[in-house]
C-alpha cells in the first residue's frame, strides 16, 4: 500500500482508526502500557503508580449546546484518567491558534477549562500557546495530558472481561454527538438536547470507593458505545450481549438520528462510563452512580457471555439478535 | 407511528411470532424485494426470530446495487468533460464501473458534488453558465417524481444547463421478470412500503392473479415487517394467493396521483438495463420527447468505454436471489465495506453490506 493515505474515517474512532494505529502506531512505539491499548497508559514513577494520558480536541463548532472545546478538551482527559481507575490530578493544556482568533472567544474557552477543572478536582499546572498562520488550523485546536494517582485497590483493564459480568451505562447515550452536529449544520434542537459532556472523576472515584471489585471501565467517546464493546470484547476474547430496549436513548436524539440517518450506538459521548462488575455487585455500583448527578439513570444494559470470543450481540427491540460490529469508515448522513 | 407501547410491541412480536412458528410446517421462501427492508430486517434481528423453515432472501430493491457498468461508465465519461459538473447522491460515488468509478474520477480533478436533493443541482447550474451540470437520476418510483419536477423547475427557470442521465427503475417489471424467469421459487414478496405510497396497490395486482404468488405491502418498522411474513405465511398455509397492505397509515390503495402526475409529464416508459437482470421491457423512465434537452443522452455527446464485468463478483445472481452474498467468494475477504468489489457491498441498503455489517448468521447465541 505505497499509495496509501490518511482519510477522514481513519480518525472517526472506528475501524479504520483502529487498524492505522495497529499498523502504524503500535509497531512503532511498543511497550506493554501502551500495548494494553487502555484510554489511560498505568505507568510507575519514583514507586508511584499513575495513570497518563493525552488527547487533542479538533472539535467544529467550538462552542455548542452544553459545553465547548475548552469544557470539552478538560473532561475528556479527566475522564481517561478516571476510567483508567486514577483519581485525575494534573493537566498541560497545548493551544494551537490561528492568526486572527478572537481573544474573547479564548476567554471564554480557558473560562470554561478552569470550571470543568475545578469540577474535576485537577490544576492545569503547565501548558503551551502556538499561532500559526490565518487557515493552517480551524480557530483553535486544544491538547490536553493528564497524570493521575492509580486509587489503590482497584484493578481495572479491558483484559479483566468474564463471562457472567454485568455492564452497566450511567445515562443516554448520543447526546453529546447530536449537539455538536446541530451545531454544525444550524439544525434547531429541544432545549433538552444538550452535550453531556461532564467530568466523571468524582463518580468513578465513589463508584470505586464502594466496590473496589469494578473490573472495566471505559468511556464510550469516538465510536461510540458499539465500538468501545467491541474493543473490550476482541481484547479479552469473550461476547458480549447488550439489550437494546435497555439502551437508553432520548427521544429527541433518537428523532435527529432518524432524520440524518445515525445510529445512536455509534454516536460519541462525553459524559459516559461504561463499568463491568460481577453480578452480584451491579445493583450496589448502581444505587452509587444513581446517586451521583452524572449517574441518575444508569443500569444494566447487557452481560458478557463465554461465546463467541470478540464478538458483540445486540438484542433488539422485538427480540432478535444481531452482531452489533464495530463503526466501518465513518457515519454519513444518509442520502436517499 | 411509534404510538404503541413497549410491552405491547413485544406482545405483538410474540403473537406474530408463534404464529408464524405454528403456520409455517413446510419450508417457505419470502424476497423483501426492498434494499431499505433488507436493512431493516438485519437491524430488527428478524431473520432469528424465524422458524428455519421461512427463508427470506433479498431481491432487486436497492437502486444503486441495480444500476449496471454501462451506466457507470457513461457517468464517468460525462465527468471526464472539461464542461461538466456531475451531481449525485452520495451512494454512487464509489460504485466501481468497467475501469473507473465516480470517487476515482473526483481524485483526479473530475468535478463531481453530492447534492441531497435533485433540486440542488439547479442550483449548481445557476451559479455556473458556463458548465453543463448532469444529474444522476438514479432511483425508484420514490425519487423520481422529485428528478422530474427538477426538470419542469429547471425549464421554468430557464436553466439551458442542466441535464438528467436517467437510470430510474420501476420495480413491478423486475417482478415480473424474476417470476417469469423463475429461476427463484418465490413463495411470497415483502414490497416496498415507499415506492408504493407513489403507485399505489393495483401495480401489484399481477403478482397473485397471474403467478398465484401472495405479496404485502408493507412499511419499515419491525413490527410491520414481522407482521407482514404472517400475513404471507398465513396466505401460503391457506393456500390463498392475494395482495394485502399492511401500510394502510402510508400507502393509499391508488398511491399519490399528484406525483404519478408530474412523472408522466417528463417521463415515460423505456426498456432497461439492470445489474443482474439483462434488459427489462418497460422497466426504466426516459425523459419524454418533448424534454429531450434535459436529456444527457440525448442532447450532449459522449463516448463511453467497452462495458466489462468484475471478475468474481456475484452481484448479479445476488440480486436475482440466487446466491447469498456468503455464497461470493470475494465477500468478507476481498469485497469489505472499506473496499467494496461489487455494488451490493459498496451501497448502505446493498445485500451484501447488510450481511457483513448486521453479521448474518455469524451470531449463534
Ligand atoms: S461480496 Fe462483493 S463481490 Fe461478492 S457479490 Fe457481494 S458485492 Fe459482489
Redesign the interface.
Known amino acids: 500500500m505505497k499509495d496509501e493515505r490518511i482519510l477522514l474515517a481513519h480518525g472517526s474512532g472506528g475501524k479504520l482508526s483502529h487498524d492505522l494505529v495497529a499498523r502504524v502506531m503500535q509497531p512503532a512505539f511498543a511497550n506493554p502500557a501502551l500495548d494494553l491499548m487502555h484510554d489511560g497508559a498505568r505507568v510507575e514513577a519514583a514507586g508511584a503508580k499513575l495513570a497518563f494520558t493525552t488527547d487533542s480536541y479538533v472539535v467544529k463548532p467550538l462552542f455548542f449546546a452544553g459545553g465547548d472545546i475548552g469544557k470539552l478538551a478538560v473532561c475528556g482527559t479527566v475522564n481517561d484518567l478516571a476510567v483508567s481507575g486514577a483519581t485525575p490530578l494534573y493537566l498541560s493544556a497545548g493551544f494551537i491558534i490561528e492568526e486572527g482568533f478572537p481573544v474573547a472567544d479564548l476567554r471564554r474557552i480557558v473560562a470554561s477549562m478552569r470550571a470543568a477543572a475545578e469540577e474535576a478536582g485537577v490544576s492545569v499546572v503547565t501548558g503551551d500557546t502556538k499561532v500559526v498562520e490565518k487557515g493552517a488550523v480551524d480557530g483553535i485546536y486544544i491538547n490536553t495530558a493528564g497524570i493521575g494517582a492509580v486509587i489503590a485497590g482497584t484493578d481495572i483493564s479491558p483484559l479483566n472481561a468474564r463471562p457472567g459480568q454485568d455492564i452497566i451505562l450511567n445515562g443516554p447515550i448520543g447526546d453529546h454527538a447530536v449537539a455538536v452536529m446541530a451545531g454544525r449544520h444550524g439544525l434547531s434542537l429541544p432545549a433538552s438536547v444538550a452535550s453531556d459532556c461532564a467530568p466523571l472523576a468524582g463518580m468513578i472515584k465513589a463508584v470505586l470507593a464502594a466496590v473496589p471489585q469494578v473490573a472495566v471501565l471505559r468511556d464510550p467517546t469516538r465510536g461510540g458505545l458499539a465500538t468501545t464493546l467491541n474493543e473490550i470484547a476482541a481484547q479479552a476474547g469473550v461476547g458480549i450481549m447488550v439489550d437494546e430496549a435497555a439502551i437508553p436513548v432520548r427521544p429527541e436524539v433518537q428523532a435527529v438520528c432518524d432524520i440524518l440517518g445515525f445510529d445512536p450506538l455509534y454516536l460519541a459521548n462525553e459524559g459516559k462510563a461504561i463499568i463491568f462488575v460481577e453480578s452480584p455487585y451491579s445493583e450496589e455500583v448502581i444505587t452509587v452512580m444513581r446517586a451521583h448527578p452524572y449517574g441518575r439513570e444508569a443500569r444494566v444494559i447487557g452481560r458478557v457471555t463465554p461465546a463467541p470470543a470478540g464478538q458483540v450481540g445486540l438484542r433488539t427491540g422485538i427480540g432478535g439478535v444481531r452482531l452489533l460490529d464495530m463503526l466501518v469508515g465513518d457515519q454519513l448522513p444518509r442520502i436517499c | 407511528m411509534k404510538s404503541r407501547s413497549?410491552e405491547e410491541?413485544?406482545r405483538l412480536?410474540?403473537y406474530f411470532?408463534g404464529e408464524i412458528a405454528r403456520l409455517a410446517t413446510k419450508p417457505v421462501r419470502l424476497m423483501e424485494v426492498c434494499g431499505t427492508h433488507t436493512v431493516a430486517i438485519?437491524?430488527?434481528?428478524?431473520?432469528?426470530?424465524l422458524p428455519p423453515e421461512v427463508e427470506l432472501v433479498s431481491g432487486p430493491g436497492c437502486?444503486v446495487c441495480v444500476t449496471p457498468n454501462g451506466y457507470l461508465d457513461t457517468a464517468v465519461a460525462f465527468s471526464r468533460q472539461a464542461d461538466v459538473i456531475i451531481t449525485t447522491?452520495?451512494?454512487m460515488l464509489r460504485v466501481p464501473g468497467s475501469s473507473s468509478s465516480l470517487a476515482a474520477e473526483q481524485a483526479t480533478g473530475a468535478d463531481i458534488r453530492?447534492v441531497?436533493s435533485p433540486l440542488d443541482s439547479l442550483e449548481i447550474a445557476a451559479a455556473n453558465p458556463g458548465k453543463k451540470v448532469i444529474f444522476l437520476a438514479v432511483?425508484f418510483e420514490?425519487?423520481a417524481p422529485t428528478a422530474a419536477a427538477t426538470v419542469l423547475a429547471a425549464e421554468q427557470a430557464g436553466l439551458a444547463n442542466f441535464y438528467v442521465l436517467s437510470a430510474h427503475k420501476l420495480v413491478p417489471p423486475a417482478l415480473r421478470a424474476l417470476l417469469t424467469a423463475g429461476e427463484v421459487q418465490v413463495d411470497g414478496l415483502l414490497l416496498p412500503g415507499h415506492v408504493s405510497a407513489i403507485i399505489g396497490e393495483e401495480p401489484y395486482g399481477f403478482l397473485a392473479r397471474e403467478y398465484g404468488v401472495p405479496a404485502v405491502i408493507t412499511g419499515f418498522e419491525?413490527?410491520d415487517i414481522?407482521g407482514a411474513v404472517y400475513l404471507l405465511v398465513k396466505r401460503i398455509a391457506a393456500g390463498e394467493a392475494a395482495l394485502d397492505n399492511e401500510y394502510r397509515r402510508v400507502v393509499p390503495p391508488a398511491g399519490n396521483p399528484a406525483a404519478l402526475a408530474v412523472l408522466d409529464k417528463v417521463y415515460g416508459e423505456a426498456d432497461a438495463a439492470w445489474r443482474g437482470l439483462g434488459v427489462i421491457p418497460a422497466s426504466g423512465l426516459a425523459v419524454k420527447a418533448a424534454y429531450r434537452r434535459f436529456d444527457a443522452l440525448a442532447a450532449l455527446p459522449v463516448t463511453v468505454e467497452e462495458t466489462k464485468e468484475h471478475p468474481g463478483c456475484r452481484c448479479g445472481e445476488v440480486l436475482r436471489g440466487v446466491a447469498r452474498p456468503a455464497d461470493c467468494p470475494l465477500f468478507g475477504t476481498a469485497c469489505?465495506?472499506?473496499k467494496p468489489v461489487g455494488s451490493c457491498m459498496v451501497s448502505?441498503e446493498g445485500t451484501c453490506a447488510a450481511w457483513y455489517?448486521?453479521?448474518a448468521g455469524?451470531?449463534?447465541?
Request: glycine share 10%; no cysteine; hydrophobic share 35%.
Open positions: 413497549r410491541e413485544h412480536a410474540a411470532r438485519f437491524k430488527a434481528g428478524i431473520r432469528q426470530l437502486p447522491f452520495g451512494d453530492i441531497y432511483g420514490t425519487t419491525p413490527l414481522l469489505t465495506p472499506e448502505v455489517k448486521y453479521g455469524r451470531w449463534q447465541v
